[in-house]
């Protein structure tokens, strides 16, 4: 099946800062959603982005297909924003899941 | 409102019992779909319905059996449940199809055999 891997792991960061979450996928998909757990455990859509770029507010996106990557930019980092961030990538109907990365966000 | 809804949302039960998971999704998708997250937060699909038809059978005990009554609705039933069926089950749902595919998740039951 297909590899997802994100990075980092853990991310700690001042409320304020700006950071950078990456997902790698081994193979060609279909299509690439981000997702927000907050700390009640809700899986929040954030971008569905099979490719390009998209920006909704203090959040943007970008998946370059044919390298098999996608970024996440988290800028002006606040406390709300703390929970885990997971890469999910759709190839024949499966949603294959990153293990996240755990964004931590101190006032 | 809720696009995707499950119940219960709390489950806490004795190994040995059969409990199900109901979720029900007013979207208008025509596909359906049961994740199980583990206590490392790993999410991973288990089934999924397109139509009232089973289309993905991931290795999956043969304890857990979904059924799919119409469209909008897709049960889970999980028969002499085990201690490491302890975990976070999530349903979802998307339009397959000409859709853009993307899925939309329920609020997750939490599971905990004792």
């Known amino acids: 099946g297909i590899q997802v891997e994100q990075s980092p792991p853990d991310l700690i960061l001042q409320e304020g800062a700006n950071s950078t979450l990456r997902c790698n996928f081994s193979d060609s998909v279909n299509n690439l959603q981000w997702f927000h757990q907050n700390p009640w455990g809700q899986l929040i859509n954030l971008f569905y982005i099979p490719s390009g770029t998209k920006q909704n507010g203090r959040l943007s996106a970008t998946t370059v297909a044919t390298e098999r990557y996608s970024l996440l930019y988290i800028s002006s980092s606040q406390t709300t924003d703390s929970g885990v961030y997971f890469c999910?990538?759709?190839?024949?109907?499966?949603?294959?899941f990153g293990a996240g990365t755990t964004v931590t966000v101190r006032a | 409102d809720t696009a995707v809804s499950q119940t219960p949302k709390y489950l806490v039960t004795q190994m040995g019992n059969d409990k199900s998971i109901k979720c029900e999704q007013n979207l208008g998708h025509d596909t359906m779909y049961w994740y199980k997250q583990d206590s490392k937060k790993f999410l991973k699909i288990m089934f999924s319905?397109?139509?009232?038809?089973?289309?993905i059978n991931e290795t999956v005990p043969n304890r857990f059996s979904p059924k799919s009554p119409d469209k909008a609705h897709l049960n889970l039933h999980i028969n002499s449940l085990e201690l490491g069926d302890s975990a976070v089950y999530f349903c979802a749902s998307s339009q397959a199809g000409q859709g853009s595919h993307e899925q939309y998740f329920g609020p997750g039951t939490r599971l905990t055999v004792t």
């Open positions: 319905y397109n139509n009232k038809e089973l289309i």
């Open positions: 999910a990538v759709l190839n024949d109907y499966k949603l294959s």
